[in-house]
Structure formats: structure tokens, C-alpha cells
Nanobody, 115 residues
Framework: QVQLVESGGGLVQPGGSLRLSCAAS??????MGWYRQAPGKQRELVGT???????NVADSVKGRFTVSRDNAKNTVYLQMNSLKPEDTVVYYC???????????WGKGTLVTVSA
């Protein structure tokens, strides 16, 4: 059974940093990454990374957010720096399984940027 377990969300002041983690299990994942969704809006890409290390990061966060992964641990990370109040949304882990040919989602973790 595939599981994605996110951790690391919480409250941070503007200009601060947080690191999100997502541990995946139950398959082999060629692409892992992060999306985010604000209330009433569509889920949007934050950044993804292949198992070869190629990344794709949204222009809106480029230069502030970094996606990385540890293939041995099947874990993807999102390092978020210089956080802004508009980064306050729920962040979702995503992983594509080669074996099952399916896309999987975590339950989401809330990041709140506020003074």
C-alpha cells in the first residue's frame, strides 16, 4: 500500500524558513514533489524532482524554495526560505509510481506565515 507522510508544516514569521518532508513507501517513485492549494483556488505546482535529480520549480517560488530528495529513503524535501504571508496555504506531497502508473497525494500540511 502506497503511503505519503508529510511533516514540517507550522507557523513561521515572515522572512523565516521551514523545511517540509514527505516520506513515501509502497512503491518506486520516478517523480516526487510538492503542490500547494489556497482556499477556493486550484492546486498549483511548487516544485518536483525526478529520481535522477532534475528539478522543476514554479517561477513564483524560484530562488526561495528548493526541492530535493533522498532516493534511499524515498523522501522528498521542500526547503522554504524568505517566506511571505502569501505562502500561507496547505502544501501537498505528490509522487508518481512507475510500478502502479499512478499519481499519489499526501494529506497536506499547513504552512502559516504570520507575525
Amino acid at each position: 500500500q502506497v503511503q505519503l507522510v508529510e511533516s514540517g508544516g507550522g507557523l513561521v514569521q515572515p522572512g523565516g524558513s521551514l523545511r517540509l518532508s514527505c516520506a513515501a513507501s509502497g512503491s518506486i517513485f520516478s517523480i516526487m514533489g510538492w503542490y500547494r492549494q489556497a482556499p477556493g483556488k486550484q492546486r498549483e505546482l511548487v516544485g518536483t524532482i525526478t529520481n535522477g535529480g532534475n528539478t522543476n520549480v514554479a517561477d513564483s517560488v524560484k530562488g526561495r524554495f528548493t526541492v530535493s530528495r533522498d532516493n534511499a529513503k524515498n523522501t522528498v524535501y521542500l526547503q522554504m526560505n524568505s517566506l511571505k504571508p502569501e505562502d500561507t496555504v496547505v502544501y501537498y506531497c505528490n509522487a508518481y509510481s512507475n510500478v502502479h502508473r499512478m499519481n499519489y497525494w499526501g494529506k497536506g500540511t499547513l504552512v502559516t506565515v504570520s507575525a
